[in-house]
């Protein structure tokens, strides 16, 4: 996927929420986009998924190459992504895949693949409307990987989870990278990005202002700032060796 001046605006928007933005998004990577309210990080995703302004209007110039039309998005609210058609969450993740007229040997493979990466097999069973919305968001997310996404896209995922929940989902998405996937998200959390990420684009006023592997990127002033714009806790320092260089200079 690659964008190339791409600059969109909503309609009726006075500017543009995404200003000549170009980078490119290669399969087998995990690419993170951070910044405070208002960024243009949902935007970006959104823009780069194909989803604005086929979805959402709007008006977007520039050039926008997306080589796939397996993409996959998930959203920090999972209550909105539901089918609303399901009443146990195995037909919920099976949904997808089956949508796609695939056999359905390969969607049952597929929906059992994804609940056990996201470790919901013991959901299986469950009425989706009674589970609660960290339950719900990992559900979700095995919802968009049984189809398959050589482009996941994915915007603060984990805002319904618990530390654990958050720790797990972030770990599964290097393991996504290496099977293939080209992973973008978007999150204000840049400890868990900086963990999981190979490079991270922080935004500000529509426009990528840093792009780089994330030690570089997420010095301490962006990592207080843009904790405190979105009401999380200071994260930790990235690792020991930024720390001791913090220390001593």
């Known amino acids: 996927m690659a964008l190339d001046a791409a600059t969109f605006a909503y309609p009726g928007a006075r500017t543009p929420a995404l200003l000549d933005v170009s980078l490119a998004i290669e399969a087998g990577t995990v690419t993170g986009v951070t910044g405070a309210v208002g960024a243009g990080t949902s935007t970006l995703l959104l823009v780069a998924g194909g989803f604005a302004p086929r979805l959402t209007g709007g008006a977007l110039s520039g050039r926008r190459d997306i080589a796939t039309n397996r993409i996959g998005i998930v959203f920090a609210t999972p209550w909105t992504q539901l089918t609303g058609l399901a009443t ?3 037909a919920e ?5 089956a949508s796609l007229g695939r056999p359905r040997g390969s969607v049952l493979a597929a929906c059992g693949a994804a609940l056990r990466d996201l470790g919901v097999e013991h959901l299986a ?8 919305g960290g339950e719900l968001q990992r559900v979700v997310v095995a919802s968009v990987l049984a189809m398959e996404p050589e482009l996941l896209v994915l915007d603060d995922p984990a805002a319904e989870l ?5 720790d797990a ?4 998405l290097p393991e996504l990278a290496r099977r293939g996937t080209a992973v973008l998200v978007a999150t204000p959390d840049s400890e868990r990005l900086a963990r999981t990420a190979e490079r991270v684009l922080v935004m500000e006023g529509g426009r990528v202002t840093r792009d780089g592997p ?3 990127v997420l010095d301490d002033t962006d990592v207080a ?4 714009a979105a009401g999380c806790p200071a994260p930790y ?3 020991v060796a930024a720390l001791v260089a913090r220390v001593v200079r």
Do not use: C, E, M
């Open 88 to 90: 146990t969450v195995r």
């Open 93 to 97: 993740v099976a949904f997808g895949p």
């Open 125 to 132: 069973d469950r009425d989706p409307a009674s589970l609660s």
């Open 162 to 166: 618990d530390p654990a929940g958050a």
């Open 169 to 172: 989902l972030y770990a599964l």
């Open 214 to 216: 994330p030690a570089a």
């Open 225 to 228: 700032r843009i904790a405190r």
């Open 237 to 239: 320092p990235l690792d």
